[in-house]
């Protein structure tokens, strides 16, 4: 197209020579004749500019696996190009030493479970069950000296209560006994008297004379009558009194029994009470105990023991760990591409003794400016090219710094599948859409001419062409969005010819309604070649920059002004301007 354009160019410069020299008649014959052209009107879509980079190919995931432990290699299961999955074992290092390690945690550990088995099995049982049944002895030995004493209580106070009948009993004996002695002495009083009587009637005495009286014997034998009477009243009197000495005697008798009862009960229950106290005493005591060996004591020693096991765990989680330093595992799944460790032979901790690829998707990275960095977004599709093949990819990374000395933003981008094909480390050209533009009046590139960095465009009104200035916003090769100047109405001239110029009658011979929005167009911004030549107008070339860089200042602008320094001037040579 390039090389037609400029032959076309040529061509008009001569035949410009030679219509100038042309008689007035013969350019009015030209000029009547019509135009065949074809039209178009504008149409909506995405303008996008692409742009070319070198990047390069590495693997999506790759991993250096170094030993963390040093010693003499023992085993080594896999070489270059075989395939691993996560966690195979590559190779094995001498580990005896751990062994014994960790058999010396583990006998830690066991002796850590024994002593708590020890603590807390049946030794603790048999303690708390000792305990449990002291408390249930102080508490019935509790019960049973309450009993006691509440029993006690019970016949102290019926013994105070027959006490305090015997004394009733006591005194009213002694009043019995003093009136039956107060009775027996009036009685012998009496007997006295009547014996003093009768005496005197049995000697009478004397008269004044000397000569004895005589006997009243019958007087006598009255008196004796009533001494006998008296006397049989003294004796029933002496019987009354002793019957009731005797039952006085007999209520101190009990009255001393109850008095001496009562006040043993009263000396045992004071003993009771004291029990009562010192097993109330011992049984607080017992419960406290018991209370805080189950809250505090055994959650301490519970406390100290899980501590010592779980230090002993540690420990053996310590040895486990190092232990695995041993055994080297691939911490990815994917192809092994280097190894540097043998059998028999040293490996040294910290250095690189596999080196595994995960191939699944390929990355690829690139480096662009930042203008074009603030276009790209995490999910871009990017096109890949190395010698005749090609690949779809997406921009997985787009970086936020700038290298230090190249000042340009690294780019990510995943490359499914094509692991074959593109082998780790080498360049491949990148193709990604740097400049976007959403338009509502999109023409062919075509259709759109430049002179003295203005653009134009030729549109059909009325059979005649209209020379219509335009403002152009992103354009590629193919496309151009226009900002200004067209309507989606308006018919746009596609078709170049010689004899294209502003009032020219025009026949349309074939034509779209518009543009189809829905296909994107692009183009390598490295082209720049484009050019079409109209009656000596030239159309625009698409200066796309430095691709190396990405540097799209140069190119057509994406900001909406569609033209720059860069695009080509070119002369309107139409007849009569």
Known sequence: MKNRRVLALGLVIVLGVSITGCSSKKQTEVTAEKVNVEVQTPGSGEV??????????????????????????????????????????????????????????????????????????????????????????????????????????????????????LTQAVQGAQAGAEAKNQALAQAQVRLDDLNKELEALENPGTDESGVELPKNEEAINAKKAEIQVQETTVAT????????????????????QVTSGKSQLESALETAKSQKDTLKDNLKTAQDTYDITQDEVYPQTDATYAAQLSAAGVGVKSAQYQLDFYTVTAPISGQVETVSVEKDAMAAAGNVAFVISNKNSMTVTFQVAEKVKDQLQVGDAITVERGDETFGGTIIEVGTMAGAQTKLFQIKATIPGGSDKLPSGVSVKVHATTQREEGDLIIPYDAVYFSAGDAYVYCVEDGKLVKTPVTVGLMNDTQVSIADGLTADSQVVTTWSSKLRDGAEVTIVSGADSTDGSNTASTDSTDSSNAAIADGDITADNAAGDAATGDTDNSNAADGTGTDDSNSDRKDAEAGE
């Open 48 to 165: 996008a500019l692409d742009t070319d980079y070198i990047g390069t190919v590495s693997p999506e995931q790759q991993v250096y696996v170094t030993p963390l432990v040093s010693g003499t290699v023992t085993q080594v299961n896999y070489a270059v190009g075989d395939t691993v999955q996560e966690g195979d074992v590559l190779f094995k290092i001498d580990d005896e030493a751990a062994q014994l390690q960790m058999s010396s945690a583990k006998a830690a550990y066991s002796q850590a479970a024994a002593g708590v088995t020890a603590a807390t099995g049946g030794s603790r049982h048999l303690q708390n069950y000792q305990t449990e049944q002291s408390i249930d002895t102080l508490e019935d030995s509790l019960d049973k000296v309450r009993s006691s004493i509440s029993d006690m209580q019970g016949q102290i106070d019926t013994l105070g209560q027959q006490q305090e009948q």
């Open 237 to 256: 009197a002496k019987l009354d009194l002793a019957t009731a000495q005797s039952q006085l005697s007999d209520a101190q008798a009990g009255l001393s």
